[in-house]
């Protein structure tokens, strides 16, 4: 497996530019199923997460076909198969967004329970419990979930309430109910930005949805969908990791191709612990340390538009570097501390009680052998090894790989000494041209 190997204490000068979001990128991209036509997808990031959504809907007989790096263009006139096996799901819980338009435009799927990052139990009963509301017949066998639309083979429009906010939940439902009979109303839903990219993207194909972005989405239900051409916003968390690098090492970055009112309460939380962010115009931040040196704050994580869990480990990372004691609570998901134990290794005085973590700073890190746990974990550790003093080692990078594009390349143009040291045997990403790029 390939590792990075990061020598710290290099203050991160210069500009980065920030990449599509993958969050966005995947449901848009199973949102392709709902049409026999041409879907055309712009700024999708190159990372792992990506090539395993392809291969998915290559599997199930989309032609895919990649005319620049970041450009998807889609097509699904003749799916084959309407099944998503274990071997792809278990690697990505994503996938399991095949689901709804699946059910939608064909009236059948089977979905293998899904896997992905080991950050806590991350069911899609709600997900299941949504669908029968819509009419569908649902079952689990042998570790899939089966799902049949109901006779006639058009799901129904009902109103769905959300017993809690689910993003990919509330994603499934959208677009399973574009092409339901009648109308939709989804109450409690997600608002990330992913979930109005997603909807915007399904109106260019001839849906008629409302709300999205807001606790209450309405979806009208039309015969057909068409094809569309949509660019993928960009990388929230990215930003936000990016931010806190700046601020970690004491340096100055612009940030460009972001959208600074995507991560308002991120930029509003860092400016709370010292950093100062300038937002340029529309799509570019300009960041550094405040004169006074960076202080504790508290944070709890929250589902959208609160402080995102996808955050809550590179915070960390950045309060033990800050002058105080913060509290950092996780609401989201109920094992995400698995990086502080690693961060304990290079000397961070971090105390877990719970759902709370207690850290004290700032301290000096020091480099060591570490190990990611999940794609944040990794992240974090980047970051920690980074003002690290000495050479730190970060084992498990596959997990950034899924979710990061490139992110040592970026890191090494403003300054990091960091670099990836390649497994002879498994290689992290495919080269372009196993891509599908023309």
């Known amino acids: 497996m390939d590792k990075f190997r990061i020598t710290g204490g290099r203050a991160l000068r210069g500009r980065i530019n920030v990449s599509g979001a993958k969050n966005s990128a995947l449901p848009c991209m199973a949102a392709t199923l ?124 009902t109103t769905v309430n959300f017993d809690k906010v689910t993003v ?45 972005g807001t606790p209450t989405i309405t979806i009208e239900g039309v ?22 690098a700046a601020a970690i090492t004491d340096g100055e970055l612009e940030l460009k191709d972001c959208t600074p009112e995507h991560s308002s309460i991120v930029i509003a939380k860092l400016r709370e612990a010292g950093v100062e962010i300038e937002e340029v115009n529309q799509s570019t931040l300009h960041v550094r340390r405040s004169a006074g040196g960076l202080r504790a704050s508290d944070i709890t994580t929250e589902p959208h538009p609160r402080f995102p869990t996808d955050m809550q480990a590179q915070y960390m990372t950045l309060m033990t570097q800050s002058e105080g004691r913060s509290r950092i609570t996780e609401t989201i998901f109920e094992n995400r501390f698995m990086h502080a134990s690693e961060m304990q290794r290079m000397g961070a005085h971090i105390a877990i009680d719970g759902r709370t973590a207690v850290v004290e700073g700032p301290t000096q890190l020091a480099g060591a052998r570490v190990q990611a746990s999940d794609l944040r974990a990794s992240a974090s550790l980047v970051l920690a090894g980074l003002v690290a003093e000495g050479e730190t080692i970060i084992e498990r990078v596959y997990h950034i790989d899924r979710g990061y594009e490139k992110i040592e390349d970026k890191l090494r143009g403003v300054g990091a000494q960091i670099e990836r040291l390649r497994d002879s045997v498994t290689s992290s990403l495919p080269p372009i041209a196993e891509v599908g790029v023309l």
Do not use: W
């Open 34 to 157: 709902l049409t026999g036509e041409s879907v055309t997808l712009h700024n999708v990031p190159y990372v792992r997460d990506i090539i395993t959504q392809r291969r998915l809907l290559e599997d199930l007989g989309a032609h895919v076909l990649t005319p620049e790096l970041r450009t998807h263009k889609i097509t699904a006139a003749h799916i084959e198969l309407f099944e998503a096996p274990y071997d792809l799901v278990k690697t990505m819980r994503a996938s399991v967004l095949v689901l709804g338009p699946l059910l939608a435009r064909f009236g059948k799927a089977k979905v293998s329970l899904p896997g992905g990052c080991a950050i806590g139990s991350r069911p899609i009963d709600l997900h299941l419990e949504s669908l029968k509301q819509l009419g569908a017949e649902v079952s689990l066998e042998a570790g899939y979930v089966v799902a049949r639309a109901p006779r006639g083979g058009r799901l129904r429009g």
């Open 168 to 212: 990919t939940g509330t994603e499934n439902l959208l677009m399973a109910a574009t092409l339901a009979s009648g109308t939709t109303t989804l109450n409690n839903a997600a608002r990330e930005p992913e979930v109005a990219d997603l909807a915007e993207l399904l109106n260019r194909m001839g849906a008629r949805v409302r709300g999205a």
């Open 223 to 244: 015969e057909t969908l068409g094809a569309a051409e949509h660019t993928i916003i960009p990388d929230r968390i990215e930003t936000g990791t990016f931010l806190v």
